[in-house]
């Protein structure tokens, strides 16, 4: 039986990941996979995360399993950590939540939940959007349709084009939006925008389906959740995917969160059974280690402090990456860059043709993607210029 499938290909961000590992150049530069790096192009454990860790070393004397829903801790500091500690609907109850693998996990639960409650519901994705979007969601059975959200001339959002496709939108279907530092365009949404969707949301019906991957990665951690609060403060109903992959650094530990606003405290918890059920059909059991650390963090006055410091200081490296990739790129080309410095997060679409693309892997062993979306922190002091010089040589 087995002999009959054939080989599929790479994901082709891991593909070329793995790729540029077996390039023997030592200028290589690598800006595919969405991971924090430092200067020393390490992705680094947090103090916070590495102090969290060898009490819990001292302290666990089980390796029992967790709950379905996952540690308590966690789930109590993730759900302050994303709504707010202030959040009425935190307050009232209407807020439950499922630790989940990692925020691929979080959108699959999302996803089953949804299609629980109405499996003809449609999916409005952004075009673009971060691919394992399609199938994470797609394979539950929901249809998805697009809207417009990213304006390559301009380098900004279509906000007049979301609109205008979400006009669409009916009631009970989904609108995936990404909460901050929207991966792979680095173009978020302002306050006012965020407003004029949770206009549309009450009047049209739909729900939204928020992936908040990158929160305290663009600007700050409240900043970066404003438009969720603001639609939570406003709709009865709001799927959330939450992760600490980025803001924790615990990509390996596959820590996340399904949150679930609802119209009372008694859907909430009945939200809450069927994501069990859902999870329970799907890896019947949550992993431990990195929830257990993140909720240690997120629950100790001294923890919080040293970890909203290191995230503060990472959040101010990449956006100086980007002042510095900008000057660096605009003194070699003579071509404006500047849109790199206005987008948030870990992303960038640097504008390149894919033959462009093609010429900086096979000519200078600089690697992104095809449509040239860069990872900002697979900068550093150390390959800046050369990579400038490369994009001029292309170009």
């Not at 095809?370 to 010089?389: E, F, Q, T």
């Amino acid at each position: 039986m087995l002999d009959t499938l054939q080989r599929l290909p790479d994901d082709p961000i891991l593909g070329l990941a793995a790729i540029c590992r077996e390039d023997s150049n030592p200028n290589k530069v690598d800006l595919t996979v969405g991971i924090y790096m430092d200067e020393s192009g390490v992705c680094p454990v947090f103090e916070a995360i590495q102090q969290a860790q060898q009490t819990l070393v001292k302290e666990e004397t089980t390796k029992a399993y967790l709950p379905p829903a996952g540690d308590a801790d966690f789930n109590r500091g993730m759900r302050a950590l994303v709504f707010g500690g202030d959040s009425d609907a935190l307050a009232a109850g209407r807020v439950s939540s499922i630790q989940a693998p990692g925020g691929c996990g979080a959108l699959r639960i999302g996803a089953e939940v949804a299609y629980a409650a109405k499996p003809d519901a449609r999916v409005w994705i952004s075009d673009p959007t971060w691919p394992v979007h399609l199938p994470l969601i797609g394979s539950v059975g929901l249809e998805f349709s697009k809207y417009r959200y990213y304006d390559a001339v301009s380098h900004g959002v279509d906000f007049d084009g979301m609109v205008g496709d979400l006009k669409q939108a009916g009631r009970n279907d989904l609108v995936l939006l990404h909460g901050c530092c929207h991966n792979p365009c680095g173009a978020d949404l302002s306050l006012d925008q965020w407003q004029v969707i949770a206009d549309m949301a009450e009047q049209q019906g739909f729900i939204p389906f928020i992936d908040i991957a990158y929160q305290g990665l663009g600007s700050s951690l409240d900043e970066d959740a404003a438009g969720l609060r603001l639609l939570a403060a406003r709709l009865p109903e709001m799927i959330v995917a939450a992760s600490c992959s980025k803001n924790m650094g615990l990509y390996r530990e596959r820590t996340g969160c399904a949150m679930f606003l609802c119209e009372s405290a008694d859907n909430a918890d009945a939200i809450l059974s069927q994501a069990k059920v859902a999870a329970r059909r799907l890896y019947s059991m949550p992993p431990a280690h990195g929830a257990l650390l993140a909720g240690k963090v997120l629950n100790n006055e001294q923890l919080d402090r040293i970890w909203r410091e290191e995230l503060l200081a990472m959040c101010e490296r990449i956006n100086g990456l980007r002042s510095q990739l900008v000057d660096s790129l605009q003194a070699s080309t003579g071509r404006d860059f500047d849109f790199i410095r206005r987008e948030n997060g870990m992303f960038s679409f640097l504008g390149l043709s894919e033959a462009n693309v093609r010429k900086l892997r096979e000519e200078h062993s600089v690697y992104m993607l095809g449509s040239s979306r860069i990872n900002v922190a697979g900068v550093n002091a150390g390959n800046i210029d050369y990579l400038s010089k490369a994009i001029a040589a292309v170009l």
